[in-house]
């Protein structure tokens, strides 16, 4: 199973709401990751989990609220959103730790519409 | 600052033909390179990787060069397909925070002509 799936497909919300983005792997892969992806841009890193533990927030803003409640799952949280936060949001694994192939395997993202 | 640069943003090439794409970082403490493949609405699809202790990796049609001294990179794809028409990035992968930071590229739109 070399699957990283994501939980909804589309959300749609509005500024005042709160919602979760799900994300699972069932790959044994310790290193999770969300990313934000606009229109004709690469994916943005916002947040890294190694082994269950925060190590990478690229100074996003506190409206969004990863949690990593175990090895397989990741959650982003959200509320209070703005329009320019409308985007495709990725989640992605990967085996973690330095030695041999590292890729990334990604989900196939929530299209998020704020309004 | 992008660390990752695709100065192509776009290429069409034949079918049948070989598909050059590039990209060039500036941080020599990158330890490992990717090449992905992204279709609309959908999340990126690993290709091909090399370590930067390596200068040549193949996997079938497609082949991962890196040029550490010219902190260049560039995937080849023969014979390209009409199915390789997608949107290309490359990833650097960055350890030097003590974690694994992959740093994207802004991308390339390959168009293959049939």
């Known amino acids: 199973d070399t699957e990283v799936t994501q939980t909804p497909k589309h959300l749609v919300m509005g500024m005042t709401n709160k919602k979760s983005l799900k994300c699972e792997q069932h790959m044994g892969h310790r290193a999770m990751y969300w990313y934000k992806q606009k229109a004709k841009k690469p994916p943005e890193l916002m947040f890294v989990y190694s082994y269950e533990k925060l190590s990478i927030n690229e100074s996003v803003p506190s409206r969004f609220s990863p949690e990593c409640p175990n090895s397989s799952l990741l959650n982003l949280h959200l509320h209070a959103l703005q329009p320019e936060d409308s985007a495709l949001y990725l989640c992605?694994?990967?085996?973690?730790?330095?030695?041999?192939?590292?890729?990334?395997?990604f989900g196939p993202g929530t299209r998020l519409t704020v309004l | 600052d992008q660390q990752v640069k695709q100065n192509s943003p776009s290429l069409s090439v034949q079918e049948g033909r070989i598909s050059i794409l590039n990209c060039d970082y500036t941080?020599?403490?990158?330890?490992?390179f990717l090449w992905y493949k992204k279709y609309p609405a959908e999340g990126p699809t690993f290709l091909i990787s090399i370590s930067s202790i390596k200068d040549k990796n193949e996997d079938g049609r497609f082949t991962v060069f890196l040029n550490k001294s010219a902190k260049h990179l560039s995937l080849h794809i023969v014979p390209s397909q009409p199915g390789d028409s997608a949107v290309y990035f490359c990833?650097?992968?960055?350890?030097?925070?003590?974690?694994?930071?992959?740093?994207f590229g802004t991308g390339t739109r390959l168009k293959v002509l049939a």
């Open positions: 941080n020599s403490m990158f330890d490992y």
């Open positions: 992605a694994s990967s085996r973690g730790g330095q030695r041999g192939r590292n890729e990334q395997f």
């Open positions: 990833a650097a992968r960055d350890t030097t925070s003590g974690t694994y930071k992959y740093i």
